[in-house]
């Protein structure tokens, strides 16, 4: 699939917040709806669901007001003491030994997607498969026949939790979700219903897990900048705000399209022409960070970035992931002086997709090694 790949912070928050550019491929994207998409595209998901991520206008915004009381800024908050308790007892268990582990796969990764399952009521036996069905989903190098695979794992586990929560409804999110859809069917077709699920677990831990990863991996790989933090001389929010711009934990989000011919700076996007946004690429801007855009440093004066996207598709999850990380970060730090990785820097491998933007692992030493 050709798509137009925008990076110039400049002309992407312009087209994120253009009218004339919209998400729905039933609508505006010809190549879609004239089936020259093949079914077994691993990327297929990404445009196919039904709902706020692939919605255009009035679609938009009802789906939007439905998904965004999960996340005022009061009950953000309020998950706090909840976060708190499961990074407490993520760090209990890697200080019980042994004194080298896995930070991806043992902190960065469970924090945020055990946050998303508590909050959405996702019964413990689901998880395992949900996770690996997530993990998916961002698996740009699938084969088609993974992809199609993944998306019926996805589909069936979700549905299944809607018949249980119809069933048992919980006070959870995933139950407020399928109450305003069986109240009021004009708000919320059941396949919106279970694509919003498919939405809301699966970005709504995949940008604070890489978020925890690469900031994690900047502290250890810039030490001066780890002992201003924990001398007090810059803030928690110093180190998220540069991670974000430095490794935007989504490198390119699929997809848009232009809804009739667009001007930019003497190039045209042409009506239905999909494009892709390259927020990677826009938080190592030169024009606008200095030709040290590619330095992590959290002294900078402008750390800005679209990390979370920009306009009426801004990221509803950012407040959580930042909530998290605030609070995660620190406490790993505090309980661990000593952390180091435990491989060269130029050693860690990346995740198997040109969407996510993180490690595959993060394997450190939570004390000083022996000699």
């Not at 009021?184 to 396949?191: F, W």
């Not at 040290?292 to 996207?309: M, P, Q, V, Y």
């Amino acid at each position: 699939m050709v798509a137009w790949s925008v990076s110039n912070p400049d002309l992407l928050k312009r087209l994120l917040s253009d009218p004339r550019v919209s998400k729905d491929p039933n609508q505006h994207w010809p190549a879609y709806t004239k089936g020259e998409v093949p079914a077994d595209w691993p990327l297929h998901i990404w445009v196919s669901v039904k709902n706020m991520f692939t919605a255009y206008g009035g679609d938009h915004r009802r789906l939007r007001a439905l998904v965004s009381k999960a996340f005022t800024p009061r009950r953000t908050q309020n998950l706090r003491p909840q976060v708190e308790k499961i990074t407490a007892d993520l760090i209990a268990g890697l200080a019980a030994g042994p004194d080298t582990a896995d930070l991806r796969d043992s902190f960065a990764y469970p924090l945020p997607i055990e946050v998303i399952c508590q909050l959405f009521g996702i019964p413990d036996d689901a998880r395992p498969g949900l996770k690996r069905a997530v993990d998916g989903v961002f698996n740009t190098t699938a084969t088609p026949e993974e992809a199609a695979a993944n998306v019926q794992d996805m589909y069936r586990i979700l549905s299944e939790l809607v018949a249980a929560k119809r069933d048992e409804p919980g006070d959870d999110l995933a139950s407020g979700l399928i109450s305003a859809r069986d109240e009021d069917n004009s708000r919320l077709e059941e396949t919106e219903l279970v694509d919003t699920l498919i939405l809301v677990i699966s970005a709504g831990h995949e940008t604070t897990v890489n978020l925890l990863d690469h900031a994690i991996t900047a502290l250890l790989t810039h030490p001066e900048q780890l002992r201003l933090v924990l001398g007090g001389d810059r803030s928690w929010t110093d180190v998220i705000d540069e991670t974000l711009r430095w490794q935007a934990p989504v490198a390119h989000l699929p997809l848009r399209y232009a809804v009739e011919d667009i001007e930019l700076d003497g190039l045209t996007i042409r009506a239905g022409e999909p494009i892709l946004a390259s927020y990677a690429a826009a938080g190592r801007d030169s024009a606008h960070h200095g030709e040290d855009a590619d330095r992590f440093d959290i002294t900078r004066e402008d750390k800005s970035s679209l990390a979370f996207g920009h306009g009426v598709h801004y990221c509803l999850g950012a407040p959580l992931a930042r909530l998290e990380a605030e609070i995660a970060l620190p406490a790993l730090f505090t309980a661990f002086p000593d952390l180091a990785l435990a491989v060269p820097v130029e050693e860690l491998e990346t995740v198997a997709s040109f969407i996510s933007n993180g490690h595959r692992s993060l394997p450190a030493f939570l004390t000083k090694p022996a000699g």
